[in-house]
């Protein structure tokens, strides 16, 4: 199985950027698909995760309203929309493909290598 994130950049503080992640390896539509971030000198922590179906969603409290993660599962693609972008979203963001706890990382079985987000004050 293969997740290659994509999508991240410098941005200011207010403005928006899209990640996409694109997974090869089995059956996309089966699997639940969660971002998680990790800033520097901080732990990896849960941002936002979709069903197989894309049928429900969740989101960390502090992106909530900010953020939306959808999938295409024709293009076995996940995306995550992040507006209104704070310096405190710095982060290397990870896409990962799992059947567990959607806000726990050990509910993910694999990882896409990561993309930085950088948010300019």
């Known amino acids: 199985v293969q997740l290659q994130a994509s999508g991240g950049g410098l941005v200011q503080a207010g403005g928006s950027l899209r990640l996409s992640c694109a997974a090869s390896?089995?059956?996309?539509?089966?699997?639940?698909m969660g971002w998680f971030r990790q800033a520097p000198g901080k732990e990896r922590e849960f941002v936002a995760a979709?069903?197989?179906?894309?049928?429900?969603?969740l989101y960390q409290d502090s992106v909530k309203g900010r953020f939306t993660i959808s999938r295409d599962n024709a293009k076995n693609t996940v995306y995550l929309q992040m507006n209104s972008l704070k310096p405190e979203d710095t982060a290397v963001y990870f896409c990962a493909t799992g059947k567990g706890v959607w806000r726990t990382a050990s509910g993910y079985d694999y990882w896409g290598q990561g993309t930085l987000v950088t948010v300019s004050s």
């Open positions: 390896g089995r059956t996309f539509s089966n699997y639940i």
């Open positions: 979709i069903s197989p179906s894309g049928g429900n969603t």
